[in-house]
Every structure is written in structure tokens, then in C-alpha cells.
């Protein structure tokens, strides 16, 4: 879906997440900027205009088959909400399915991995299990009518289902994402690009994982993680 950018208001999230998240990286670390900077996210989406004619709800998931990328200070954020959440027996369960969700992954290249429905393992019962703390991938995405999801989770191997979504929420959630993730890196944090089920897996099995992060190192040892450009910048 072809959409006209709206510049000034672009540069108005940018400009304000900016500031926001580097006082915050300043004065709590990455992690409860992370929480903080999500709370301001969820409350732009829910203000931008046409945010109304949104159709995702609970129960509604067919998304949530689709990859997730996440960078490391999201995965470090979620495993804080898991260790103090979920019951031990949720705990063997999650780390059973990121392992073979990871090894089926592990080997595809990007296409092949967007060509593949794979369940988040943090899906149980068509609700998500970690929902006030998800990536800013699954935040971002949203539908104005659920059949294109539909679609695009019946027909993994048809990348042109373009389903419609709605312009100023895109606008707000990938200007705000940008904006946090610039003073991130700014600040010297790791802001690679990683596949969820195989960031979980390191962060999962290395229990200095997180602790390297914070040291401003790369988190996961062994596991490539990808420098993806911003959408979006200030001459937008
Ligand atoms: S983290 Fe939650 S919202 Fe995101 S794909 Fe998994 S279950 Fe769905």
C-alpha cells in the first residue's frame, strides 16, 4: 500500500522521542528506557489519526506467525517480564519451543524466513503471553482489515498480500521506533537487528549475555545481528 508521507509530523515524533530517550538512556539504562520510551510508543499509536480504524484485537493472531525481529534491549526487557511471570513449567515450555524455532530458522536466508509461518513462542490460546512488553515489530503492526492477514498467513509464499493499514499509525510507530533506536546508538548500545526465537535462544543460554549488553558489548555470542538503516530521518 503506497502512502503519502506527512514530513512535520514526522519530524515532530523524531525530534521528541529523540530527546525523550536520551534523557531516559541517561538517567535509567537501556532497559527501563526501553520500558519507558514503550509506553510513550503505545500511547502515539493510539492517538495518531485513523488509529479508530484499526481491526486488531485480542484473539486475533494470524500475525503473530509471522517472523519478529527484535533488537537486543527489547529480548532483555522481555526475559526481565518472563523470570518474574511465568510459572517454571511456562519457563521449560518457552525455552522447548524457542530451541525448535530457532533450528528451523537458523538455516533460511531473509526471504525464506518471511515464507515460513512459525508460531511465536509466546502465543497460547490466540493471546499474546507478553503483550504490555512486545517488540516494537508486533506494536508497529496493525491492519485495517484482518483478511490480508489472513491471507498472508495462508499463503506464506505470496510476499505481494499487502494488507491495508492505516498511514499516521505507520507514520507514529516507525518514526518513534527510529527516534529511540538513534539514541540508543548514540548512547553505545548494540542496535542490531536480530530474529526473535534465535535472540531468546542466546540471551536463554548465556547468563552474561545481558551484562555485556550493558558494558556497551555485542550481547550474544556466535549470532550475527543485522545494521538496518531508519525509515525514516529528519529531511523526511
Ligand atoms: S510477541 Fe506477542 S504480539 Fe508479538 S508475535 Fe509474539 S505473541 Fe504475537
Known amino acids: 500500500m503506497e ?4 514530513p512535520g509530523y514526522i519530524r515532530g515524533i523524531l525530534s ?49 506467525y509471522f517472523t519478529v525481529d527484535v533488537r537486543a534491549v527489547e529480548v532483555f526487557r522481555i526475559l526481565e517480564r518472563v523470570e ?45 503471553t507478553i503483550y504490555e512488553v512486545r517488540p516494537q515489530t508486533c506494536r508497529n503492526y496493525h491492519a485495517t482489515s484482518a483478511l490480508g492477514c ?8 505470496d510476499l505481494d498480500i499487502d494488507p491495508e493499514f492505516a498511514p499516521y499509525v505507520y507514520q507514529a510507530g516507525g518514526a518513534h521506533v527510529d527516534a529511540f533506536t538513534r539514541a540508543l546508538k548514540e548512547a553505545g ?23 555485556r549488553f550493558e558494558a556497551k558489548d555485542k550481547p550474544f555470542i556466535g549470532l550475527a545481528g543485522r545494521d538496518v538503516p531508519p525509515e525514516f530521518d529528519e529531511s523526511d
Open 3 to 6: 502512502i503519502t508521507l506527512d
Open 16 to 64: 521528541a522521542e529523540h530527546s525523550a530517550a536520551q534523557q531516559d538512556l541517561q538517567h535509567f539504562g537501556p532497559i527501563e528506557a526501553l520500558a519507558r520510551s514503550q509506553i510513550r510508543h503505545d500511547e502515539r499509536l493510539r492517538s495518531a489519526p485513523g488509529s479508530g480504524t484499526l481491526a486488531c484485537r485480542a484473539g486475533c493472531a494470524w500475525c503473530c
Open 84 to 128: 518474574h511471570a511465568f510459572s517454571a513449567l511456562q519457563l521449560a515450555r518457552l525455552r522447548e519451543e524457542v530451541t525448535a524455532n530457532a533450528a528451523a530458522l537458523r538455516e533460511l536466508d531473509d526471504l525464506d524466513r518471511m515464507r515460513r509461518n512459525v508460531k511465536c513462542p509466546f502465543l497460547d490460546e490466540a493471546r499474546c
Open 150 to 157: 489472513q491471507a498472508s498467513y495462508e499463503n506464506p509464499y
Open 189 to 211: 548500545y548494540d542496535t542490531d537487528v536480530y530474529e526473535l526465537n534465535a535472540a531468546l535462544e542466546a540471551a536463554l543460554s548465556d547468563p552474561q549475555a545481558r551484562a
